[in-house]
């Protein structure tokens, strides 16, 4: 590729008032409202000032701009430029949405909240983001520390990081044949353990899957910093099922050297997994399993009886021998985790390394809206990330709805292909039409999202 013209044979001017930069915000604004986003706005939230009026209007501007890779609040005035104005009514400017962000409170949070999780239950209806097929969902639940710089942001504070930050919590829903979905978002300071809370925000993930008419079985997946008996007592209560880590503690361990030799099976992946401590990919194991009842220290209603499941490979680098392990911990790494997953054993230990899908969503995020918590205030950045949930479970959704290539693809390359397609509008017998790139690679996508929303076909 080069240049074909000199450049004093160029000139470049921003005076077109009829291009629009992001075409694809068209299907995705209109999925958003047949999913009824603006009408669950308008009836959960109530900021009852004035900066809060027409929360709605304001949310979707937020959301629109975050389908369209905005990461702060004054990204979102690229939806302000050329023609975005004849296409969609009400786009506020960064000084409102500002104001109205830092309206907030921790009540309005959980209202923005309540309509996040309504959302996801007619995305998941209307877009197939958990196929009704499927006869299990796996619900995983993580933490991350988002590095914050101002000294003066609320809630910032140094967590096991040892950075300055924020500490979110999310819960995603994913299936063996589809990407994972938000369910359930909470922003903590930055010093919150991260199990914190962890029991009532799964336990409000499982109830949202089960209003949006999920009957199949539910998984919780996570890794040893939520293995607690609040957590486990949970999700036994709302009838899921769990599959978390643990730590390897004396107990672990005396567990462990109880398991007879004959006991072990080799089990070979699929893919290679890379050890960490040992710094190699490995791609064969051993694994075996024992009934083992956690929690027996504490009151007899929160012992939990399950499975402990324990993957061991040979331990090349002695130096990595943890002090008083014996000799058997000297041969072998041990990776364990209780569970009461029904799954035979085969199946149950990669189901359960398979937790790792959710960094998808923390990429994701963090490539789009999560690159900054962009306010001082708290509650603004609570906000701001329910926000965020809600146009990472959109842009699912139209992705899904596009087609296979984009249902699997990272939301990066999501909005490069099918929401920042620049375009024309022209008008004509009173209608406006769009004129998007000739030979546009993904043009088979846009036009299945396009349709599939309710829009004429488009003719080329």
Not at 62 to 81: E, Y
Not at 136 to 144: E, F, M, N, P, R
Not at 259 to 285: G, L
Not at 433 to 439: A, S, V
Request: glycine fraction near 8%; aromatic fraction near 8%.
């Amino acid at each position: 590729m080069q240049s074909s013209h000199a450049a004093s044979w160029l000139s470049a001017s921003f005076s077109d008032p009829n291009l629009i930069a992001s075409a694809g915000l068209v299907p995705l604004v209109r999925l958003a409202e047949r999913c009824e986003l603006p009408a669950l706005i308008r009836r959960h939230v109530n900021l009852g000032v004035t900066t809060g009026a027409n929360p709605a209007g304001k949310a979707m501007t937020l959301v629109a701009g975050m389908c369209a890779g905005a990461d702060s609040i004054d990204d979102v005035d690229m939806l302000r430029t050329g023609g975005a104005h004849r296409l969609f009514g009400g786009i506020y400017a960064p000084s409102t949405l500002g104001s109205f962000l830092r309206s907030f409170t921790h009540g309005h949070v959980r209202q923005l909240q309540a309509a996040s999780r309504r959302f996801t239950a007619n995305l998941i209806r209307y877009a197939g983001l958990i196929p009704p097929s499927e006869p299990i969902v796996y619900l995983d639940v993580d933490s991350k520390i988002k590095q914050v710089y101002g000294p003066a942001k609320q809630g910032a504070s140094f967590g096991y990081t040892k950075v300055r930050g924020l500490h979110f919590q999310i819960v995603a829903a994913s299936t063996p044949s589809s990407r994972p979905v938000v369910i359930a978002t909470r922003l903590r300071k930055g010093s919150a353990g991260s199990g914190k809370g962890a029991d009532s925000l799964v336990a409000e993930a499982i109830r949202a899957l089960r209003e949006a008419g999920v009957t199949a079985m539910i998984l919780v997946r996570a890794d040893s910093a939520f293995f607690s008996a609040k957590l486990v007592k949970a999700i036994r209560a709302a009838g899921a099922y769990y599959s978390i880590t643990v730590a390897n503690t004396k107990t672990i361990r005396a567990a462990i050297a109880a398991i007879p030799e004959t006991a072990w099976k080799p089990i070979k992946y699929r893919d290679a997994v890379w050890d960490q401590d040992e710094q190699r990919w490995i791609s064969e194991a051993e694994i075996a399993e024992i009934p083992y009842t956690a929690f027996t220290s504490k009151k007899t209603e929160l012992h939990a009886r399950g499975r402990l499941i324990v993957r061991r490979v040979k331990r090349l680098n002695p130096a990595t021998v943890p002090e008083g392990q014996g000799e058997l911990f000297a041969t072998y790494r041990h990776h364990a985790f209780h569970t009461t997953n029904p799954l035979v054993i085969e199946q149950a230990e990669p189901t359960h390394r398979q937790h790792a899908v959710i960094e998808q969503i923390f990429s994701d995020l963090e490539d789009g809206p999560l690159a900054h918590l962009p306010s001082g205030k708290f509650q603004a950045n609570a906000a701001w990330l329910a926000l965020a949930g809600i146009a990472h479970n959109l842009t699912r959704a139209a992705a899904t709805l596009a087609g296979r290539f984009h249902a699997k693809a990272t939301g990066t390359t999501v909005r490069r292909t099918l929401i920042n397609i620049p375009a024309r509008i022209a008008t004509s017998a009173r209608r406006f039409h769009l004129h998007l790139p000739e030979h546009w690679p993904w043009s088979t996508g846009f036009l299945t999202l396009w349709t599939r929303t309710g829009h004429r076909p488009i003719t080329t």
